[in-house]
Each structure stands twice: as structure tokens, then as C-alpha cells.
């Protein structure tokens, strides 16, 4: 395995297979570009003429579009600014925090990251999207899912206040699971 060198950048994206970790070479004498994702090789061009530019591959099982924009930023300085699904990593990472809910727990010693998308409803954990079963209670929904031999519901239910909106709840064997900060 050949070393690095030209390692300019390194970013960590939470999708809801999981975190991505996308590392960028740039050589700015050849002009290699080198683009990992997860540590495999998605991109590699070995001679370009032109040093500035962008590099767009996807992402994650859900194959979500990342773009890596190379811009000059004075005589030889390079600025790398990564773009998912043609936002910047920060308003992605705000708006995705809109519009899913994300908790990490253990259970018997396994770590376990369950990911809610609230639009679709689908559960996904640990990069595998679940088999769940909804159902109407009194008071909103229950989303119903199995993590092994654990029984988990995700409860929706209405904050009753508009700007709230609507609260979930994941509950693994009868405890709740504070959601986690991504």
C-alpha cells in the first residue's frame, strides 16, 4: 500500500447506511487526483494538466452524490470544499438533521446505529435498511423492527406545538434511547 502523500483532505459524512469517511490525494506537481471512500479507490487520474476543477462520485448504499470542488486560493494554496447532493457538507449535515432522527446504542456488547428517515419512515441500522411494521396507536404512530432478539419501536408522536412538530422515540426492550448528536 503506497503511502499518502498527497493526502489534502479528509471528511466524515453520516448518511443513513452510515458515517463515510471520503479522504482526497491532490498532487500539486502532477496533478494527481485521488478520491477514497471508505478507504477503496473511486477516483484516481494520474496526469492533469489543469489543477483546479471538481471530482463528483456517490456515496453509501443509498448511492448519494458527493462532488469534491478544487479551487485556487492564491499562488500554489488549494481549497478543498466537499458537496453532497449539491450542498455544502455543513447545510447538508443541518438540513439532514431535519429530517431524520439518528441513535446509537450497545446491546450485549454490539454498537448499533439506528437511522430514521423521517419522510419515507424507512429505519435503517447499521447500513442495512429494516423490515418494519407500522401501526395507528391513540396518541400517533409506532414503527415496529427487530435488532436480533431485541423488540424496537420507534414512537411518533405530536409535540403539540407547530413549531415542534412531531417527537420520536426509539424504545429498545421497554427503555428509551436518547438520541445522539451527530
Known sequence: LEKMTDLVAVWEVALSDGVHKIEFEHGTTSGKRV???DGKEEIRKEW??????KETFTVGASKTKATINIDAVGGFA???TLEINGKSLKKYMENRSKTTNTWVLSL???????VLEKDTMD???NGQKMETAGEFVDDGTETHFS???HSCCIKAVSS???KEGIIHTLIVDDREIPEAVE
Open 123 to 125: 429505519v435503517w441500522c
Open 160 to 162: 403539540g406545538k407547530r
Open 108 to 114: 450485549r456488547g454490539t454498537d448499533y446505529r439506528v
Open 48 to 53: 492533469m494538466f489543469k489543477l483546479v476543477g
Open 35 to 37: 478520491v477514497y471512500v
Open 78 to 80: 488549494y481549497e478543498y
Open 147 to 149: 435488532v436480533g432478539d
